[in-house]
């Protein structure tokens, strides 16, 4: 992976920050982008120094298809080169029931996890099937395998992310692009922070007594299906904490 170009979204913690420490570890080059200027600039200055990888950032809101189309467009040409995709920018807002939840919120979970990684792949694949070479990473999640309680739209987005990761692999199947769905389960990041609207408290009793995931355990595999043989296609991957069996299903310990 040394001297590639990667290019991750939201990148400015969890499992985006994870990416982009893991690929400038591996010698990649990242565009990284997501909407903290200071703490990608922050992330910047420490990987370029500990590793003499080259970091352009493209801070924007990924809702935001001009600012989207825009940005990449401006691009000096080298760096729109781009090897891998990581669709990563995501999230979601609440734990509400379907009948009762805020449609502002779902409007903001619907537009960042399905209609900007949609935007995000349609600005960047044309490029990579014109030099006939890419990887598109998407970050799903175990729960687009199957709704769970309070997760209806969240669910319901990411079963959108593994549609599209299909639709794309088989749009795809002519050329030697490659596409791959991560899908986390419990991984430990201000995700659920803002999953509870910012109340650490029940973040933090969400994972009582059970080790979660972190953003570098999710990134590990990312970089797994990014650097396996181009003959290879990581397809999906689901990666789950030892004792979660599925979206609903964990083993917590009492006293830990
Ligand atoms: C987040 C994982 O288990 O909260 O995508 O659905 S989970």
């Known amino acids: ?40 600039e922050e992330l ?11 970091i352009c950032l493209l801070p924007f ?3 935001d298809r001009n600012a989207a189309t825009m940005a990449l467009a401006s691009l000096p040409e080298e760096w729109k080169r781009i090897d891998v995709l990581v669709n990563n920018a995501g999230l979601v807002i609440g734990v509400d029931k379907e009948f009762e939840g805020n449609l502002d919120e779902w409007d ?3 537009d960042t996890n399905i209609k900007a990684l949609l935007a995000m ?14 990887h598109i990473i998407n970050i799903g ?37 490659r596409v791959t769905n991560i899908k ?15 109340d650490k408290d029940a973040a933090d009793a969400f994972y009582k007594g059970i080790r979660p995931l972190t953003g570098d355990d999710i990134a590990e595999t990312v970089y797994y299906a990014a650097s396996a043989p181009e003959h290879i296609q990581i397809a999906e991957v689901l990666v789950m904490p030892t004792y979660q069996a599925t979206g609903t299903i964990s083993y917590k310990k009492k006293d830990c």
């Open 1 to 40: 992976m040394k001297g590639k170009i990667v290019f991750i979204t939201g990148a400015s913690s969890g499992i985006g920050e994870g990416c982009a420490r893991k690929f400038a570890s591996q010698g990649s080059d990242l565009i990284l982008n997501a909407r903290n200027v200071a703490k990608l």
């Open 44 to 54: 910047k200055v420490e990987l370029e120094a500990k590793y003499g990888v080259r």
């Open 141 to 177: 999640s175990i729960a687009g395998d199957a709704a769970y309680p309070g997760g209806s739209v969240y669910c319901a987005t990411k079963a959108a992310v593994k549609a599209l990761s299909d639709g794309l692999r088989i749009d795809l199947v002519d050329t030697p692009l």
């Open 108 to 110: 903001i979970v619907i």
């Open 121 to 134: 792949t349609r600005i960047v694949v044309p490029g990579m099937v014109e030099r006939g070479h890419g």
């Open 61 to 63: 809101d990924v809702r």
């Open 184 to 198: 986390p389960g419990m991984v430990e990041t201000n995700f659920t922070v803002v999953r509870y609207r910012g």
